[in-house]
């Protein structure tokens, strides 16, 4: 008997848990909103990501106003209004109207210092959990990933969701399993595993099963956008969706930016960075080369200085600013580096017209935003010479230099101090280039662009749901005239009856009879209308923009349908090549005139006279 219960329970538990997650499934797909929902955990990150976020969610309120936008995020002291705000203070995005906010309370799965090994799959397999719960909070018609995370693709689609991403870079890409062939250490390659065999052959192969499991979970998606050449290869290859695959450059503050003038303070160089503080980042390769470039100035020259500007996400990104301040220390330069943390967007704009310089370090930078902004101020950029900086942003502009490209800290120092001794006359023309060729990156085309990628999925559904709204419309307009038919037939027979039962009156009377009966009826239908008219009287009416969509669908359809004049000529003329070279019967041919009897088979006009020995006619 236990035996029995036992195994009955191993059945039961697992069956009740799948019943209990399809029902939240169902019951989710059938209560969906027709709102866009952007999955964008850290909305307080400030880097170029949540610059993406702000444009895409006001690309898609200038575009559908119909569409709400939903942000599901982490970040519990985030409201509507703030959010809006911050938008505008710190990124310069004018939203039209507060977005709605979910509160994930999940957020902690997809942290980084939740796995200390098996980084990657632990958070991959985090943000499933967590979009789980965002899912079943609100279920969006849209689901619009702006951070990255690939693996909840599966459950939107789950949850009947079309999936939009824009990918600022894939989580795994051929270049890291390259680096651990290599054995190369970096910050997410210890290098305890770089200098063992076999563990680097262990980290291989897990990256090659991520890699395959990642390519599945990408393909998931109905549109794919990416921020540059480099991203767009790495993507295409691991997702293998080319045809769903857009590039779209990421919106870069080039208008405001370029307003500034092109001089800079002669006596005190300014070298800005402009980049989270974060690992990947690699602020410490800026540190070393800055002292280096320091150690070998000459007495005459001026002593330029290093500001460090960006954001801290979370608890290790201030340990990690910490350990840069300590070392600006150790390398004795803390008098010429300046730490500005969390800075509003007026500020950011302050200190990048100040600066000759620009910096940037992070190995294979998807893109590489700050460098376009270091550009747009008219800061000549240093960047690191690999993906995006190198195949997309630093290059000549109509055959003059706009910038230098750096992998090692001693490139970096000569860098800074070229860009230190240049003449100003020099220095005014590579700056002038680079902010013509920062144009390029506008957040006006990161606009057009977007809209013209996510119009076939949003719009499209957007017309149809327009247009069968408007059929629905018609529809149940038309219907309670053929529901009060019967009413009036029934009102026509009372006036025949009336009208019979007058005959003998005189006409007035029967007239006034007959005019009393259709006014009964008619007040009888303006004081009892039918249940269809009533319901109907209750729904709001399609807005301007619905109309014009439902009637540029409907016009589609009808101008695909032949009309019948076309296609009655089309029959006829298709039965008499049908009828060509066949037997004519002996029946009296059909005249071409209507109105010409001679062929019809009748009597010639006269009068015919019949005698016994034959007939006679006469002409009249």
């Known amino acids: 008997m236990v035996n029995w219960i036992l195994l009955w329970s191993i059945i039961t538990l697992p069956l009740a848990t799948i019943i209990l997650?399809?029902?939240?499934?169902?019951?989710?797909?059938?209560?969906?909103?027709?709102?866009?929902?952007?999955?964008?955990?850290?909305?307080n990150d400030g880097g170029g990501g949540e610059r993406v976020l702000w444009c895409a969610v006001k690309a898609i309120q200038e575009e559908n106003p119909d569409l709400d936008s939903v942000i599901f995020t982490g970040d519990h002291d985030a409201s509507s209004q703030s959010l809006m705000s911050r938008a505008t203070d710190r990124f310069g995005v004018h939203l039209l109207y507060p977005?709605?906010?979910?509160?994930?309370?999940?957020?902690?799965?997809?942290?980084?210092?939740?796995?200390?090994?098996f980084t990657m799959i632990g958070q991959s397999l985090g943000s499933v959990y967590l979009s789980w719960e965002a899912l079943t909070k609100f279920t969006p018609l849209y689901y619009f990933d702006t951070a990255g995370y690939a693996f909840t693709y599966p459950i939107a689609r789950l949850f009947g969701c079309k999936v939009i991403c824009y990918t600022h870079y894939p989580t795994i890409s051929l270049d890291m399993i390259s680096r651990v062939r290599q054995r190369n250490s970096m910050y997410n390659n210890d290098a305890s595993i770089?200098?063992?065999?076999?563990l680097s052959q262990c980290k291989i192969i897990y990256y090659t099963v991520f890699s395959r499991m990642y390519g599945m979970v990408g393909s998931c998606a109905h549109l794919v956008m990416v921020n540059s050449s480099w991203t767009q290869s790495h993507?295409?290859?691991l997702w293998r969706i080319p045809e769903r695959t857009k590039r779209v450059y990421p919106?870069?503050?080039?208008?405001?930016?370029?307003?500034l003038p092109l001089e800079r303070e002669v006596d005190t160089p300014k070298i800005i960075s402009v980049a989270q503080f974060r690992p990947e980042k690699a602020h410490g390769v800026q540190l070393e080369a800055f002292s280096v470039a320091i150690s070998k100035l000459d007495e005459d020259s001026p002593r330029p200085k290093l500001q460090f500007v960006g954001s801290c996400r979370n608890k290790s990104d201030e340990e990690r600013l910490q350990n840069l301040k300590d070392k600006a220390v150790t390398l004795n330069i803390n008098g010429d580096v300046e730490f500005h943390q969390n800075v509003m967007y007026r500020d950011l704009v302050r200190l990048l017209g100040g600066a000759a310089a620009g910096i940037h370090s992070m190995i294979d930078e998807h893109f590489g935003i700050c460098v376009v902004e270091y550009m747009a101020a008219?800061?000549?950029?240093?960047?690191?010479?690999?993906?995006?900086?190198?195949m997309d942003i630093v290059l000549d502009e109509d055959g003059q230099q706009t910038g230098f490209l750096a992998q090692t800290v001693v490139e970096y120092a000569d860098a800074i101090l070229k860009i230190v001794k240049m003449p100003e006359s020099e220095r005014l023309k590579i700056a002038a280039a680079a902010r013509r060729r920062a144009s390029r990156f506008s957040e006006q085309r990161f606009y057009d662009d977007l809209k013209a990628a996510i119009q076939p999925i949003i719009f499209a559904d957007s017309d149809r749901l327009a247009a069968s709204n408007s059929i629905e419309g018609s529809e149940v307009s038309e219907r309670p005239v053929s529901d009060n038919q019967p009413a009036s037939l029934d009102s026509s027979r009372g006036n025949s009856q009336l009208q019979d039962n007058s005959d003998n009156e005189p006409p007035s009377q029967a007239s006034e009879a007959s005019n009393g009966s259709l006014d009964s009826s008619n007040m009888k239908k303006k004081a009892s209308p039918s249940p269809d008219l009533q319901s109907t009287t209750k729904k709001a009416p399609l807005t301007a923009k619905e109309r014009l969509r439902a009637a540029r669908v409907l016009s589609r359809y009808a101008e695909s349908k032949p009309a019948k004049s076309e296609m009655g000529s089309k029959v006829l003329d298709a039965l008499r090549e049908s009828d060509k070279g066949k037997k004519r019967s002996?029946?009296?041919?059909?005249?071409?005139?209507?109105?010409?009897?001679?062929?019809?088979?009748?009597?010639?006009?006269?009068?015919?006279?019949?005698?016994?020995?034959?007939?006679v006619d006469a002409e009249m």
């Open 251 to 259: 919106p870069c503050d080039t208008s405001g930016l370029q307003a």
């Open 235 to 237: 993507i295409e290859k």
């Open 99 to 117: 977005p709605k906010v979910v509160h994930l309370n999940k957020r902690k799965w997809i942290e980084e210092k939740t796995y200390p090994h």
């Open 194 to 198: 770089a200098r063992s065999t076999w």
């Open 586 to 615: 002996r029946l009296p041919e059909a005249p071409t005139n209507l109105f010409d009897d001679s062929k019809r088979g009748l009597p010639k006009p006269g009068l015919t006279f019949q005698f016994p020995g034959g007939t």
């Open 378 to 390: 008219g800061a000549i950029p240093i960047a690191h010479n690999s993906a995006g900086p190198k």
């Open 21 to 43: 997650f399809a029902s939240k499934i169902v019951h989710s797909r059938t209560n969906k909103k027709r709102a866009v929902g952007f999955f964008h955990p850290y909305t």
